[in-house]
């Protein structure tokens, strides 16, 4: 009784869709007031649909959903905003399996009439999903009923009962080896025009490029003096980067990237203070836009504000400065990742692994940190689009969305080998 006084208002939605009256009380249909069209075939298409859910889930292939979804299928409730059509709901499963492959949609039970049933759902291995280290909990995945509507043998339309829902998604990953233990951190983002190309010089801070939008080309050529560092990395000759490509820049070494796209390219930059020398960029003593090599040839340093670039200007805006945090001991990953919080939902991690960066991309977040020393004190921030945080190693953390719009976060994570 309890569970179909649950089932309410998905059931009144399908009503309305349907025209046929559903009682909350039981699976009883009543007598539909006009024809419908015959419900043979609606509950087979209704479990080819949840196999290939479930079989992207634990696979990360979801091409059967092609067979078992419409393209422009019209997806209603709390999957409404990750997926909107099929490639969206494509991408959600696959989020799923990167973050919860042990996630499984049972069917409990099925009322179909016509061309659309209403599916009550066991979701099972909620607890065995990860996000960066941490189980996910405080978020719901799935929800316990789903409608649909079948058309030419596939899915065309589908409602989905899940409330304070989540996607994560993790974008890329490269190897961390640094193990310095406390080092100055920075996340900048560089926009580069359409066309144009950014320069600077290498500087004494490890950079790795994220490739947010955009195809770029990247040339690196080591500086003359920079030999007796004992740190440099080969030459790297017009290597093309692209859409989620992740690459490590060579220390002290002039970088060259040029936007071979018709729109602007943005890219996130991370960088970690070396040991050889101070840090000029994250030393607040330096003047933004100053370059403390070759201040002479205006090339641009890696600094926050508009930079002159060979072709054009470029803009570097400081997404996070000045942060310091510990690294972990015997190296690991840096491991770029991505989470969208719907209204209401609530990341909550127990005990934040690594370091974490985190920038809100729209939205807006209530942060609350605490780490488990000293005083346990908890600091709560509020975070717009386009402010960013550190959340320290071993830190209690809650990440909640309070708005009426969903809010988009970027993690860039240093973790731990084991984690």
Known sequence: MERHRALAPLITLLAIATGVTLFATGWTLASPAVALPP??????????????????????????LESAVFEDVVIHGGLAMFAPDRAGFERYVNSLHATSSQLELSLAGIVSTGDRSMVDLNVRGTDEGAFLGNPISGVSLWGSVDAVRVSNRKVVEFWSGANGTAQFEMLAE???????ADQPLALDRLTIPSGETFAAEGTDEKRWLYVETGHVTISTTQMDWASSEGILEPDVAKMPLNPGDLRSVPIWSRTELRNRSQEPASLLVFAVGLRTRATPRLDPAYPQ????????LKLPSWWAGAQEGIDGEAMVTSLIGNAKSTLPEHGGSLTIARATLAPGSVLSINEVKGSQLIYVNDGSLELSAM???????????????????????????????????PVVITFVAILPAEA
Request: net charge negative.
């Open 39 to 64: 419900s043979v075939g609606t509950e087979q298409v209704v479990r080819d649909f949840y196999e290939a859910i479930n079989f992207g889930i634990r696979t990360g292939d979801t091409s059967m």
């Open 174 to 180: 490269a190897p961390f080896v640094d193990t310095v």
């Open 289 to 296: 836009g100053q370059s403390t090599t070759y201040a002479g």
């Open 371 to 405: 780490v488990p020393d000293g005083d346990n004190v908890r600091a709560v921030h509020h975070l717009e689009s386009g402010a960013g945080a550190l959340l320290d190693p071993y830190s209690v953390a809650s990440l909640r969305n309070n708005e009426a719009e």
